[in-house]
């Protein structure tokens, strides 16, 4: 493999890779295959399964002890695939108070810190969980709401109306 920037042969070995690139200052992947250019320092990395490793990231910053640092709320902010509007709107919260959570300005409630990581956890039950049902638990005037319960092949099943 040459070095995009100045050609040079580079030289693959593995390492333990420290991947700031994710966002998260502590994260490093043991073990994968880095080219290094010995002329100018580039380097490539080849990252296996990246989608897999994110998930798996998001799931222990999501469990961690004590409350989310500014750089793990734009990591699973990012990870759920929202932009920071999007991320405001599911949260029920201005878009520069996002900023300022973000930004380190502000400290992340502990409301929203567990909001946050429910829906990390449960990312596919998130998805169900839209925002337009989000944006109706703020309705002024509840819209009538009646569940109407069937037991039929020996579970209930329940029609919302
Ligand atoms: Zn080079």
Known sequence: MRCVVCGT???????????????????????????????CGEFEVAIPRIEELHRVIATAVARRRGRLEPVEVRYLRKWLGWSGTD????????????SRWEGGSQRIGSTADRLLRL???????????????????????????R??????RGEWQAAVA
């Open 119 to 145: 829906m990390a956890l449960s990312r596919e039950p998130a998805r169900e969980y839209s925002l337009d049902l989000l944006k109706a638990v703020d309705a002024e005037t509840p819209p009538s709401f």
């Open 147 to 152: 569940i109407g319960l069937e037991a039929k």
């Open 9 to 39: 042969a580079m030289k693959t070995r593995r390492e333990n890779f420290k991947y700031d690139a994710c966002g998260l200052p502590y994260v490093t992947l043991a073990g994968v295959d880095v080219s290094r250019c010995p002329k």
């Open 87 to 98: 991320f405001a709107a599911h949260m029920g919260v201005s878009a520069e108070t996002v």
